[in-house]
C-alpha cells in the first residue's frame, strides 16, 4: 500500500515538527504526500501544482536520493531557492565510518538537537553477502529494556528517532555505498532490483521498535513506497523482543516480515534473559505470532535464539523449543552470543550449537547459525551501544513515566 491517502493533511502536526527542530528548518523527509504537500502550500506553492510537485519532489529525494534542491533540475530554479529557504533534505552526519575485514561496514551517524534535547547518535550496520545487501537500522538511541546479554540494553534509553532519523539512516548508508543512481542518470531512473546494494532491511540495531511505533511505522511505510525507496515488504524485517500488541498493529498497520528476539522456552528463564517477558509472558506472545496475517510457508516469522553456554542450549531447551512453536512458520535463527566488555555469558560451544541445530532441522525447522560479521569493529548483534548525550535526568523520568502510563510496566 502506498503511504498517499493514508494520512490527513494535520498543520499542528506540521507546526510542531517545525518547533521541535530547534528553529532549524523542518526537513521533508519522513513526510506522507499530504503532508508534504501542506508543506509546499504553506511554503507558497499555488495549490494546482501541489500534486505535481509533489511527485517531482518524492522522484528526487527518495528515487535519486539528492540531499540538495539545487540539483533539482526539473523544478523552476526560484522554486528551488523557496525550497532551500523553508526546508532540507539533508542527511545525516558521518561521525565515524569503520569497515570489518569481511566487509561489514559500521557508521556512526549524528542526528540534530529536537526539541530541549541534545544531538545524538547511532549506529546502523550494512552485511554484504553474496546474494544480498542487508542494512541493520536502529529505531532508539538506547533502549529501555534490559535484555541481560544485550549491550545496548545497558544504554538507558536517549531517546526515540523520528521517521525522518530512521530513514537518514537508510538514505546516508545508501549514500555511501554508492547505491543511488548517479545524477546525471536519465530522468527518473530507478536502479535494477539486482544491482541494489542495500536489498534488505532490518529494524535489528540499536532499541526496541515497537516501543516507538509510530515513528517506526512512518518510515517502515515509506522504505516500501512503490515510487520512492520501493522496498519490498518481505525484504523488510521488524525484530521485537516481544511487545505483544505493537505485534498485532505491525501485522495490521505495516504488513512487514516480524523477528522475534525469544531466547528462552520457559517464562522462568525468559523472566530473566528478555525481562518483558514478564509483562507478556509466553503464552501470550506465541498466540500473537500465531495471528500474525500472511504467515505461509513463504512468509514465516523469524525466531531469533542467542546460544548462551549453560543456559539455554541444552537438548532439552531445543525439545522445547519445536514443541512451543508448533503449527507456525517459523524460520529459528540461533545467533552465537556476541560478548561484550563487562557482559555475564558466554557464548555456547560450537559442537553444542551444531547439535541444538541438527535437533531441530530433524523436526523440520531451517535454522541457520547466523555468522557472527563485523565482530573486529563490534558490529554484531547485540554490541551497538553509542555514548550518546543522555537526556537530562528530568526528561527521562518524564519519558519513563510516559512509557508506564501507556505500556503500565
Ligand atoms: N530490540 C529488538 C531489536 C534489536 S536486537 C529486539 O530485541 O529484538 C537484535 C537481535 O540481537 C535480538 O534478537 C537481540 O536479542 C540479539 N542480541 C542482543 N545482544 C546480543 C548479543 N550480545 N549476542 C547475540 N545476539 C544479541
Ligand atoms: Fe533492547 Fe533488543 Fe537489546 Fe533487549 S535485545 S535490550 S529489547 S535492544
Not at 509466553?282 to 514465516?300: D, Q, V
Request: proline share 5%; glycine share 6%; with cysteine.
Amino acid at each position: 500500500m502506498s503511504v498517499s491517502g493514508t494520512a490527513t493533511l494535520d498543520l499542528d502536526a506540521l507546526k510542531a515538527r517545525k518547533a521541535a527542530n530547534h528553529g532549524e528548518k523542518p526537513g521533508l523527509v519522513g513526510l506522507t504526500r499530504p503532508e508534504m504537500a501542506e508543506a509546499l502550500f504553506n511554503a507558497g506553492v499555488p495549490e494546482r501544482q501541489l500534486r505535481m510537485r509533489v511527485n517531482q519532489l518524492w522522484n528526487w529525494i527518495y528515487v535519486r536520493g539528492v540531499t540538495d534542491f539545487a540539483d533539482m533540475t526539473n523544478v523552476a530554479k526560484d522554486l528551488r531557492q523557496t525550497l532551500a529557504d523553508h526546508f532540507t533534505i539533508a542527511r545525516p552526519e558521518v561521525v565515524d565510518e569503520q569497515i570489518s575485514s569481511d566487509g561489514t561496514r559500521k557508521w556512526l551517524f549524528r542526528f540534530p538537537a529536537r526539541g530541549a534535547g541534545r544531538p545524538v547518535e547511532v549506529e546502523t550496520v550494512y552485511i554484504p553477502e553474496s546474494d544480498r545487501g542487508t542494512l541493520c537500522i536502529s529505531s532508539q538511541v538506547g533502549c529501555t529494556l534490559t535484555c541481560s546479554f544485550c549491550h545496548t540494553g545497558t544504554q538507558r534509553l536517549v531517546r526515540n528517532l523520528t521517521a525522518e532519523e530512521i530513514l537518514g539512516q537508510l538514505m546516508a548508508a545508501r549514500d555511501a555505498l554508492g547505491d543511488f543512481p548517479n545524477k546525471d542518470a536519465p530522468n527518473g531512473a530507478f536502479i535494477p532490483e539486482s544491482d541494489r546494494k542495500v536489498t534488505n532491511v532490518v529494524m535489528m540495531g540499536m532499541g526496541e521498535p515497537l516501543y516507538n511505533f509510530e515513528n517506526v511505522k512512518r518510515a517502515l511505510l515509506l522504505a516500501s513506497d512503490d515510487a520512492g525507496l520501493s522496498l519490498s515488504k518481505r525484504r523488510i524485517t521488524l525484530s521485537t523482543s516481544g511487545v505483544v500488541p505493537e505485534i498485532y498493529r505491525t501485522g495490521e498497520e505495516i504488513g512487514c516480515m516480524l523477528a522475534i528476539s525469544l531466547h528462552a522456552v520457559r517464562d522462568d528463564l525468559r523472566n530473566i534473559l528478555v525481562p518483558i517477558n514478564k509483562k507478556y509472558p509466553l503464552e501470550e506472545l506465541i498466540k500473537a505470532c500465531r495471528e500474525y496475517p500472511g504467515l505461509s510457508n513463504a512468509k514465516r516469522i523469524t525466531f531469533e535464539y542467542v546460544m548462551l553456554k549453560d543456559v539455554n542450549d541444552s537438548l532439552e531447551d531445543a525439545r522445547d523449543l519445536v514443541r512451543l512453536l508448533k503449527g507456525i512458520p517459523a524460520k529459528i535463527n540461533l545467533i552465537p552470543f556476541n560478548p561484550w566488555p563487562g557482559s555475564n555469558y558466554q557464548c555456547s560451544d560450537w559442537e553444542t550449537i551444531e547439535r541444538f541445530a541438527d535437533f531441530i532441522n530433524q523436526a523440520g525447522y531451517a535454522s541457520p547459525i547466523r555468522t557472527p560479521r563485523g565482530r573486529d569493529i563490534l558490529a554484531a548483534c547485540g554490541q551497538l551501544k553509542s555514548e550518546s548525550e543522555r537526556m537530562r535526568k528530568t526528561e527521562r523520568l518524564a519519558y519513563e513515566a510516559m512509557m508506564i502510563a501507556n505500556h503500565g510496566d
